[in-house]
């Protein structure tokens, strides 16, 4: 059974920082498309940041560039989003995602399995 758990989540004023992870277990780590995506109440939900868990790939939305880093441990089980620079508009609840593209990929049809989500609040 595939479990994707996040943590990390909480309130933090414009321009700090948050380090999210997400713990997988019953699932193929090797050759698999890893993803975050948020929802903030009222939208719809968007693609964050993507990972290919084989080359270590990436591809970030346009909204996050150059903020927001993905990686993976090396075991490729765990997978993180170092959130610099929050903003606002950065709140969301933030769900992490696998599936089996063979490419980092932030297209969400793409992804099997998501976790329940963990808050992000960015206060002004």
């Known amino acids: 059974q595939v479990q994707l758990v996040e943590s990390g989540g909480g309130s933090v004023q414009a321009g700090g920082s948050l380090r999210l992870s997400c713990a997988a277990s019953?699932?193929?780590?090797?050759?698999?498309?890893m993803g975050w995506f948020r929802q903030a109440p009222g939208k719809e939900r968007e693609a964050v940041a993507s990972?290919?868990?084989?080359?270590?790939?990436?591809a970030y939305a346009d909204s996050v560039k150059g903020r927001f880093t993905i990686s993976q441990a090396s075991d490729k089980k765990t997978l993180y989003l170092q959130m610099n620079s929050l903003k606002p508009e950065d709140t969301a609840m933030y769900y992490c995602?696998?599936?089996?593209?063979?490419?980092?990929?932030?297209?969400?049809?793409?992804?099997?399995?998501w976790g329940q989500g963990t808050q992000v609040t960015v206060s002004s």
């Open positions: 019953g699932y193929t780590y090797s050759r698999s498309s």
């Open positions: 995602a696998a599936g089996l593209a063979r490419r980092a990929t932030l297209v969400a049809y793409a992804y099997n399995y």
């Open positions: 990972i290919y868990t084989s080359d270590g790939s990436t």
